[in-house]
Structure formats: C-alpha cells, structure tokens
C-alpha cells in the first residue's frame, strides 16, 4: 500500500530518517509518493478545499525536513509526521472552527444510522423489523464513474471526523488501532464515526441504485 | 436481536469485536433475515468501493516544487558537497 517505501516498519525507520538527514532525494521523493495521499485526506478533514490541503501538505513536508534533525524516535515516523499535518492544518486557521475535537462525538456522530420509519414501530406486528427489505443491489457493482462520483459526494457530505476516520480505514487500509493512535481516540468513538460514515456511504449508494429513470434520460 | 438493532452492529461485527454472545445472537439474525443479510452485504459492497477510489495525491507542480526545496534545504544543511 505504501508502494515503493515500506516506511511504515519501524525498523526501516532508522535508515529511512538517516536517509532524510543525510539529504538523499531519492528517499525523499519515495516518501512524498508514497505518504502524500493520506496527508492530504487528513488535511482534508481540516481545511475547506483541496487546493489548501494540498498547500497544507506541502508546508508539512517543509515542516518535517526542519524537524527530522530533532526526531527522536519515540512515536513512529508516520504518526509524528501525521502530527505534523494535523498542526499546519491547524495553524492555517481557514476556517474559524479552530480544530476538530476529536476526543469527543458530537450530535452528527450519535442516533441511529438508518431512518427509524424503515423499521416497525411498537404497534407493528414485529417492532424494530424492517417495512420492507433493502432493495437489492446489481451484482458485482463495479466503481465506475458514475458509482465513483457518488460515493466521492458521499464522503464529502461526511462530517470532518467521519470522513477523516473512513478514508484513513477503508481508503488507506490502516487498521483500527492505527487510526485510534493517529487520532487519539477510543476504540468506540472510532468505530461509531466509521460506522456512520459507512452506512452515509451506503444509503448514498441506495438511494443511487433506486434512482429515478429520468436520472438517466436527463444525462443523455 | 431487532433488525433496527442488527443495522448498528454491523461495523463491530465486521471488526470482530461484539461479545460472544452478541455475535452470536447477530449470526443468528443474519441466517433467518434476508433483509439484514443483504444490508449486511451491502455494507461490504460499500467498504470495498471505498477501498477502490483512485488514490488523491499531489499535483506536479506542488510535488515538483517540494522536490525543489528539498534540493534547497539540502544546500543549507551544509558539509553537503552536492
């Protein structure tokens, strides 16, 4: 997943920040490559466009070749980095909202995931049982460009930490306890904000496979 | 288990960390509930597209100008001969 630098053992790591020190471009260009991707989401759960995010990814990097002298060693190369993203972020100050307080779950991240009106209520013959089921799905759904576009419209209408939280597990395939560390949160907090932004993801999916016809008059 | 119940364990089934006795009671449901088996599926299908949206990264030019710096940077470390 990381492509040509496997910088995210740490042993490597050693060689890779005494590569960085001793000015080696190649590494330095491998490393852009291969990290970039993931800053710029997570500079994306911060700022308001990509053009600043990718501004904020850059001032990071600029930002980790003044510091990779004082780099101690303590966190793993990847995480201090992260921090380094998350604070330029920050200090760009774009929008008023200062920083996303991740620690906590606000009232976007809380309540059920599904419409309630889906599913009987207490009079109902089987209260809490579906009205009627999902629609099904066309069989292997592929991401073309239209699947793609709706699923990108779908993680932008994500709130900040829920899209932060699925693009690093399902886009970039960090493990849970990854993303626990790189955000600082609990468990449960992480695994509510992905289950929601998931299931915002899937219920845009829906919504598109039962799409009106005229979806598809109106694009011709 | 209620489906309105099922639909919000869904991602702790999947990273396995419902109690045995829950996951159990969610295996249950999914075999005797065709529409929480397909929501279920559904939420893979989801997972998976995530997993294949085309990697965002830098633009050339920033990348381009990173590279530049980098050259920069290494120049004023000094003692580098390059």
Same mark, same amino acid.
């Given at each position: 997943m *990381?492509? #040509?630098v496997d910088a995210?053992?740490?042993?490597d790591e050693q060689a890779l920040v005494g590569a960085l020190r001793a000015g080696d471009e190649q590494t330095f260009a491998a490393l852009v490559d291969a990290w970039s991707a993931w800053?710029?989401?997570? #500079?994306?759960?911060?700022v308001p466009s990509p053009a600043v995010a990718e501004e904020v990814v850059q001032e990071s990097w600029l930002a980790v070749l003044q510091g990779v002298d004082k780099f101690?060693? =303590?966190?793993?190369?990847? *995480?201090?980095?992260?921090r380094i993203v998350v604070n330029q972020a920050k200090r760009r100050g774009v929008r008023e909202r200062r920083s996303i307080p991740f620690a906590s779950l606000s009232e976007e991240d809380l309540g059920p995931t599904v419409d309630p009106e889906r599913f009987q209520s207490a009079g109902e013959p089987h209260p809490g049982g579906w009205r009627q089921f999902p629609e099904e799905w066309p069989e292997n759904v592929a991401l073309g460009r239209e699947i793609r576009e709706v699923v990108t419209t779908a993680l932008a209408e994500l709130s900040p930490r829920q899209r932060v939280v699925v693009a690093l597990r399902d886009l970039d395939g960090h493990s849970a306890d990854e993303v626990? =560390?790189?955000?600082?949160?609990? #468990?449960?907090n992480q695994r509510v904000l992905l289950h929601r932004g998931r299931a915002v993801v899937r219920a845009h999916l829906e919504q598109y496979f039962a799409g009106p016809v005229t979806r598809y008059e109106v694009s011709s | 288990m209620t489906c309105e119940e099922f639909?919000?364990?869904? !991602?702790?089934?999947?990273?396995? !960390?419902?109690p045995d006795e829950q996951r159990l009671a969610?295996?249950?449901h999914m075999a005797l509930c065709p529409g929480c088996d397909?929501?279920?599926?559904?939420?893979? !299908? !989801?997972?998976?597209?995530?997993?294949?949206l085309p990697e965002e990264s830098l633009s050339s030019p920033a990348r381009e100008s990173l590279l530049n710096a980098f050259a920069q940077w290494r120049r004023t470390m000094g003692g580098d001969s390059s």
């Open positions: *990381t492509g #040509a995210d053992r740490r042993p800053m710029l989401r997570l #500079a994306r759960g911060h101690r060693g =303590e966190a793993s190369l990847r *995480t201090w980095v992260y626990c =560390e790189l955000l600082d949160i609990s #468990a449960g | 639909v919000e364990l869904v !991602t702790a089934y999947l990273e396995g !960390t419902l969610f295996d249950e397909r929501y279920l599926a559904q939420f893979r !299908t !989801t997972i998976d597209l995530l997993g294949e």
